[in-house]
C-alpha cells in the first residue's frame, strides 16, 4: 500500500508577483447545490496567494447576501453563472449589492458569460469585467491589480465595456497542467447516502467530442491549448486519500465531462488509476460514480474498474434514432448506445442516463424509435426511463444553424426553437405539461428521480455496506416497481403519438396520470423504507466499524 502523507498538496505556491497585502476579502456568489468545483479551484487559487476568500450560496434571499457582502467590504465581487436561464438572478441581485453600496468590482465568469460577455455586460449592466473560460490566472491577476491598485484593462482573459462598446482582451491559454492547481476548497458540507459521505472531484478537463447541442466543447476550443488535460492518476488517487482521511469522504463523484476512457492513451489512464486505488488501499474501501460516452464501454476495462470501487456510471445515450444522433453529432449508432447497455447489465453495473426524446430534426417514426430504444435498454426495469427536450444553448453549433434557418424563437434567457412538423409541438407541448404536473422528472416528490435515487442507494449498500443482507429480494422489488413506472411512460407517450398523428390528445388526464405517479412513488417509498428499516443494525455497525456513527 503507498504511504501518502498528510495533508497532501501537489500544486506549488503562488508566485511573489501576487502575493496579498490587502485587508479586503475576496468574495465569490455562486450556486453551492452538489458542490461547486469551479469556485472551490478559484478559491483555493486566490487563498494560496494569500488572499482571503468568502463564498456564498446565490440561492440565498437576496437581503442576506447584502447584508454579508456589506459586512465584508470585499476588493472584488465575482459571479459563477452556470446557466443562462440565470441571468435575471444575477443581474438583479448585482443591481441590489450596488444599491446597497457595493462599489467594488464586479466580474463574472462561467460557460455563457465566456462564450458572449457582450450579452452577459449588456444583461448585467453593473459589472465592470467578464473572466472568460478557465479563470484561476485570470482572476489572481485581477484581484491582484485591484489589490495594488493598478490599471486592470489589459489583463488576458476579460472582457469589459469602453467608450460604450465591449472589448474582449486576448484570450489566456487552458491551463496546460491541472496538477499544478491547488485542491479545490470544499467548504460545505458533504452530500450523505445512509451516512455515508461524498464529495465531488475531477480527474481532467475538456472534452474531445464535439456534440452539435452542447456548449462544453465550444468552452473548451475558443481559448488557445489543449483541449483535454487529464492528471497524474496517482495525484486523483491522492486528492481521493487525502478527502477519505480527512473528511472521512467513501463516495467520489466524478464531475469530468468525460472521464478518460476512451482509445487506448485514456484506457491505460483508467487502468494506471486502478492500479493507484489498489495501491492506495482505497480500492475496497470507497465508491466511485463517473459521466462517459457508450463508446467508452468496455467489458474487460469497466469489470477492472468495478471491482476497484466504480458503482454507478452515468451515459449521455441522448438518442434512440439513427437520425437524432446525426443531428445532435454523437458521432456514434444507436447500436453502440444498445451494446453499452447490455455490456454494463451483463456486468452487473448499474448506469442512468441522458436522453433527448424530442431534438430539432424530430418527426413520429423518430420518436416512436426513441419509445422503441427506451424499451429495449430499460423495458426489464434496471432503470427509470428518463427524458427532455433538446435546448439550444448559446455557443453550440445547433443553435447557429436553427439561427441560420430562422427557427429560433424565445429569449437569450429561455432559448426554444420550431420543430419541422407541427403535430411534434403539439404532441410535446402535452407530453411536456402531463408529465410535469404529474411529477415525473422535475420535483422532490418526482418520480423517476425517486427511482434512481433508491437504485443509487442499493448500489452504495452492496459496495460499502458489504453485511446487509436480503439486497436481491429488495432489488427485484424495486426493479419491478421500476418495470411498471416505465410500462406508465411508454403507454403515455404511445398513445400521444397515436393522437397527434391524427391531430388529437393522447385522452390522458393530468389527474389519472398524477394519480397513478403518486401510487408507484408510495409503493417505492414504502418498499425502499421497508427494506432499510430491516437493516438498520447492519447499516449502523458498518458505520461504526468506519468511525463514521459515533456512539
Not at 281 to 301: E, F, P
Not at 325 to 334: A, G, M, W
Not at 378 to 396: K, L
Not at 439 to 459: F, K, T
Request: glycine letters at 6%; aromatic letters at 10%.
Amino acid at each position: 500500500m503507498r504511504n501518502f502523507p498528510l495533508p497532501v498538496t501537489t500544486a506549488p505556491r503562488a508566485d511573489s508577483l501576487h502575493s496579498a497585502h490587502t485587508q479586503q476579502p475576496v468574495l465569490l456568489i455562486g450556486f453551492l447545490n452538489q458542490g461547486n468545483l469551479g469556485l472551490g479551484y478559484l478559491a483555493a487559487t486566490l487563498r494560496q496567494a494569500g488572499y482571503r476568500v468568502d463564498i456564498l450560496d446565490i440561492e440565498q434571499d437576496v437581503a442576506s447576501l447584502c447584508q454579508a457582502a456589506q459586512a465584508l467590504r470585499p476588493l472584488l465581487i465575482g459571479f459563477s453563472l452556470i446557466f443562462q436561464f440565470y441571468l435575471p438572478r444575477f443581474a438583479a441581485l448585482a443591481e441590489r449589492l450596488r444599491d446597497h453600496d457595493q462599489t467594488c468590482h464586479f466580474t463574472i465568469g462561467g460557460h455563457f458569460p465566456s462564450l458572449n460577455p457582450t450579452l452577459t455586460l449588456e444583461h448585467i449592466p453593473h459589472l465592470d469585467s467578464v473572466v472568460r473560460f478557465e479563470g484561476e490566472q485570470t482572476l489572481l491577476e485581477l484581484t491582484s491589480r485591484l489589490d495594488k491598485q493598478q490599471p486592470w484593462h489589459n489583463i488576458d482573459g476579460i472582457a469589459y465595456r469602453q467608450d460604450e462598446r465591449v472589448r474582449m482582451n486576448p484570450l489566456r491559454p487552458l491551463l496546460p497542467d491541472l496538477d499544478r492547481l491547488p485542491y479545490p476548497d470544499r467548504e460545505y458540507e458533504a452530500e450523505t447516502i445512509l451516512g455515508q459521505r461524498a464529495m465531488p472531484l475531477i480527474a481532467s478537463r475538456g472534452c474531445a467530442r464535439t456534440c452539435s447541442f452542447c456548449s462544453i466543447h465550444t468552452f473548451y476550443r475558443q481559448a488557445p491549448g489543449k483541449v483535454v488535460r487529464t492528471r497524474q492518476p496517482v495525484h486523483v488517487v491522492e486528492e481521493m486519500h487525502h478527502l477519505h482521511h480527512t473528511r472521512g469522504i467513501n463516495i467520489f463523484l466524478f464531475q469530468d465531462d468525460d472521464f478518460p476512457l476512451y482509445g487506448k492513451a485514456w484506457q491505460r489512464w483508467a487502468r494506471q488509476f486502478v492500479a493507484e486505488l489498489w495501491r492506495s488501499g482505497l480500492a475496497g474501501r470507497i465508491a466511485w460514480k463517473i459521466n462517459c460516452r457508450a463508446d467508452a464501454v468496455d467489458a474487460a476495462l469497466f469489470t477492472e474498474m468495478r471491482a476497484a470501487g466504480l458503482y454507478l456510471v452515468y451515459m449521455g445515450l441522448e438518442s434512440g434514432s439513427e437520425h437524432g444522433l446525426q443531428t445532435l453529432h454523437k458521432q456514434i449508432d444507436v447500436e453502440q448506445n444498445r451494446r453499452a447497455v447490455a455490456l454494463l447489465k451483463q456486468i452487473g453495473m448499474m448506469f442512468e442516463f441522458g436522453f433527448m426524446l424530442f431534438d430539432p430534426s424530430s418527426t413520429l417514426p423518430g420518436i416512436r424509435d426513441n419509445i422503441s430504444f427506451l424499451k429495449d435498454i430499460v423495458g426489464d426495469g434496471s432503470a427509470a426511463a428518463v427524458f427532455c427536450r433538446m435546448i439550444p444553448y448559446e455557443g453550440t453549433p445547433i443553435k447557429a444553424t436553427l439561427e441560420a434557418e430562422g427557427r429560433i424563437r424565445g429569449d437569450i434567457c429561455n432559448p426554444d426553437y420550431d420543430f419541422l412538423e407541427p403535430c411534434i409541438e403539439s404532441l410535446y407541448k402535452e407530453v411536456h405539461e402531463l408529465t410535469s404536473m404529474a411529477g415525473w422528472v422535475h420535483g422532490q416528490r418526482s418520480l423517476a428521480p425517486n427511482i434512481n435515487w433508491a437504485w443509487n442507494e442499493l448500489a452504495i449498500i452492496r459496495r460499502l455496506f458489504p453485511s446487509v443482507r436480503h439486497s436481491r429480494r429488495y432489488e427485484t422489488n424495486l426493479r419491478s416497481i421500476t418495470r411498471a413506472a416505465n410500462q406508465l411512460l411508454f403507454t403515455l407517450l404511445e398513445d400521444a403519438c397515436q393522437g397527434h398523428e391524427f391531430g388529437r390528445t393522447s385522452g390522458w388526464s393530468e389527474a389519472d396520470l398524477g394519480e397513478r405517479c403518486d401510487r408507484l412513488l408510495e409503493h417505492l417509498l414504502h418498499t425502499r423504507n421497508r427494506f432499510i428499516a430491516s437493516q438498520q443494525h447492519e447499516l449502523s455497525k458498518e458505520l461504526h466499524r468506519t468511525g463514521l456513527l459515533v456512539a
